[in-house]
């Protein structure tokens, strides 16, 4: 009989630390902010940076609008577009580069015809392997 009372009086303590222990909340917010506003896009790494003119494909655009990269990235899933990484810092370009807000300059929007991509991205910068 007195076993089964400290089993009783245990199993009414532990339901009683139960109740009052705290709920984790495991729920994580990060504001990664608004996207640079740059004419021809920005760089898909930190600090994103505007991208040159020329670096970024047609099929990066609809219309005028750049639809992004990065965090920032808004196409299908799917998506795989052209870059010229010959103007990306990393590959050691130095040359100018527009600051943000500026506007397109009509003369430099890049189209299929004369645009020089070199590597396929996914739009979150990744390179895609096997296609150029």
């Not at 920032?72 to 527009?98: C, D, I, M, T």
Request: a neutral charge; aromatic letters at 12%; hydrophobic letters at 35%.
């Amino acid at each position: 009989m007195r076993g089964f009372t400290l089993v009783l009086l245990g199993t009414v303590a532990g339901i009683g630390f139960m109740a009052t222990a705290p709920k984790a909340e495991a729920q994580v917010s990060v504001d990664i902010g608004v996207a640079p506003d740059c004419p021809y896009g920005y760089y898909d790494v930190a600090p994103y940076a505007c991208a040159p003119a020329g670096y970024y494909g047609p099929e990066w655009f609809t219309g005028d609008v750049f639809i992004g990269a990065g965090p920032w990235f808004h196409g299908a899933s799917e998506f795989q577009g052209h870059v010229n990484n010959r103007l990306h810092p990393e590959h050691g370009y130095k040359g100018p580069v527009p600051q943000r807000g500026e506007k397109a300059e009509p003369a430099k929007r890049v189209d299929s015809a004369h645009f020089k991509g070199n590597e396929v991205r996914d739009g979150r910068g990744h390179a895609v392997k096997g296609k150029r």
